[in-house]
């Protein structure tokens, strides 16, 4: 069982979720929200990529990433698109006073756990003046997190965990930068959680590998299936009510 971190997390949400999307190829359309996320992310990959740091050619590589699949209609889009811009301008402005080296981009990690294999893909690693890494996640989303929050983020620490385990990094602080919001929330991390993180991810590998797909009804209210799954608790509740 090969298991990456969008797996891990979907079925972490809900077993059955997973079966839709990965045992029987269902899949999330894209919405502003997400289509937004992943023209962001792959401009900022370009961008850091590409060695070039002026303005013009971070616009160049929002240009050449923009999705326009998953807006309802082009004006939608064009405020979309407007967001993009004004939040980029500003990343560019606060990159401009980093101090850090960025050592590398899109980086992939994988490493053996039991029978399984785990794999990752970190969005950014820098080394600060003092050789500290530093793990960074880009958020699109409009909230800014707290420093707690960062420091507990599943998503942060399983990368964390594969920077140790696959690249052999000692990452000191974890990092998400909230693109739009245009604030980087950074927490010192803390190693002492990783063997049990290790151990859910085992428990998910091995239940994925067994068919366990159990219904989670607690996540039903946030699912993307919740009107049409056949054990949506979502759907049993507003029939309910009318
Ligand atoms: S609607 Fe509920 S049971 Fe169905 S996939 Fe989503 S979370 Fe799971």
Same mark, same amino acid.
């Given at each position: ?11 972490? *949400?809900?077993?059955?979720? !997973?079966?839709?999307?990965?045992? %029987? ?8 929200? #997400? #289509? ?19 303005? *013009?050619? @971070?616009?160049?590589?929002?240009? #050449? #990433?923009?999705?326009? =699949?998953? !807006? ?22 606060? *990159?401009?006073? $980093? $101090? ?22 970190? &969005?950014?690693? &820098? =080394?600060?003046?003092?050789? +500290? !890494?530093?793990?960074?996640? !880009? ?11 960062? +420091? ?7 990368? /964390? ?10 990452? /000191? ?23 049990? @993180?290790?151990? *859910?991810?085992?428990? /998910? ?22 009107? %049409? ?7 049993? $509740? =507003?029939?309910?009510?009318?």
């Amino acid at each position: 069982m090969e298991l990456s971190f969008t797996r891990f997390r979907i079925y972490r *949400e809900c077993p059955w979720k !997973y079966k839709l999307i990965f045992v %029987d190829g269902r899949r999330i359309p894209l919405n502003p929200k #997400s #289509s937004f996320g992943s023209s962001l992310h792959r401009a900022l990959e370009r961008w850091l990529l590409s060695g070039d740091d002026c303005r *013009e050619a @971070l616009f160049d590589c929002l240009r #050449s #990433s923009w999705l326009s =699949q998953g !807006y309802p209609d082009e004006r939608v889009e064009a405020r979309w698109r407007a967001k993009a811009e004004r939040a980029l301008s500003r990343f560019h402005r606060e *990159e401009s006073s $980093r $101090r850090a080296r960025t050592i590398a981009v899109e980086k992939e990690f994988v490493w053996p756990l039991g029978p399984h294999t785990v794999r990752g893909k970190i &969005d950014r690693i &820098d =080394q600060g003046p003092d050789g +500290a !890494y530093e793990i960074i996640d !880009y958020k699109t989303g409009p909230g800014v997190p707290t420093p707690a929050q960062v +420091a507990g983020d599943i998503q942060m620490r399983f990368y /964390a965990l594969g920077a140790r385990r696959a690249l052999g990094l000692r990452p /000191a602080v974890l990092t998400m930068d909230a693109v739009v919001a245009g604030e980087r929330v950074g927490a010192s991390y803390d190693p002492s959680g990783e063997d049990a @993180l290790a151990c *859910e991810i085992r428990g /998910a590998a091995d239940g994925i590998e067994a068919g366990r797909f159990q219904p989670n009804a607690a996540y039903c209210r946030r699912c993307d299936f919740k009107d %049409d799954c056949s054990n949506s608790a979502e759907k049993t $509740r =507003q029939s309910d009510e009318t």
